[in-house]
């Protein structure tokens, strides 16, 4: 069956730059996640979904950032005005449920010039 | 603070031997436990989880062994592949839905 997909697979940009990134979670899967991973890391918690709403956006570094989820399964994240800083690989898992195994998509690598 | 990590970050395994990758936690609230596996260029792929109710768990070829008296997890790969070759990631989930990952090993398969 198909695993989560995300979108697209990499992207760069200019600094100030608005970018989206798209996560299509696996089917049915009410629980989504996103993850950054930055370069010899592991990835960290910044948003997770159960259906529609975002019950825990506190991993979100600022509000430069923003998720939606408006019908319950694709998600995207938003950047608004990149920084460099910006750069990293962005993941998004699903799980279905919170307390089930989260499987991860293979993540957007986005640079910021 | 609280933390998941990894006693090495690199493990270098003669293919055919078997391999163990070490984490120590430090969250004693923390109840599941994942390994992860991530080639270059990918997302991290699933291999096996275990749960605080249970010491010991076997999957193909892999076996994940937790001590909650110490803190400590590990990953045992049996007649390590040259396919193997990753960065092995454990992830905690201290009760909801978050995971906390540790830096993680690089593992390299030797032919």
């Not at chain 1, 960290?44 to 259906?51: M, P, R, S, V």
């Not at chain 1, 005005?81 to 293979?106: I, K, N």
């Not at chain 2, 010991?56 to 400590?72: C, D, E």
Request: hydrophobic share 30%; aromatic share 10%; glycine share 10%.
């Amino acid at each position: 069956g198909a695993g989560v997909s995300q979108t697209p697979s990499n992207k760069v940009t200019e600094k100030g730059k608005y970018v989206e990134l798209r996560c299509d979670p696996i089917s049915g899967h009410t629980a989504l996640y996103w993850y950054r991973q930055s370069l010899g890391q592991g990835p960290e918690f910044l948003i997770y979904f159960q259906g529609t709403g975002a019950a825990d956006d506190s991993g979100l570094p600022n509000d430069r950032f923003f998720a939606v989820r408006p019908e319950g399964s694709v998600s995207t994240l938003k950047i608004q005005r990149t920084e460099r800083g910006d750069s990293a690989v962005y993941l998004c898992a699903s799980s279905s449920d919170s307390q089930e195994t989260q499987y991860f998509g293979p993540g957007t690598r986005l640079l910021v010039l | 603070g609280e933390s998941v990590g990894l006693h090495l970050p690199t493990l270098s395994v003669q293919e055919g031997d078997n391999s163990i990758i070490n984490c120590a936690y430090s969250n004693s609230a923390s109840d599941y436990f994942i390994w992860y596996k991530q080639e270059s260029g990918k997302g991290p792929q699933f291999i096996i989880d275990i749960r605080s109710n249970m010491d010991k768990r076997q999957g193909q070829r892999v076996t994940v062994l937790l001590n909650k008296t110490v803190k400590h997890l590990s990953l045992q790969i049996a007649a390590t592949q040259p396919g193997d070759s990753a960065v092995y990631f454990c992830a905690e989930n201290r009760g909801d839905y978050k995971l906390s990952f540790g830096a993680g090993t690089t593992v390299t398969v030797r032919a």
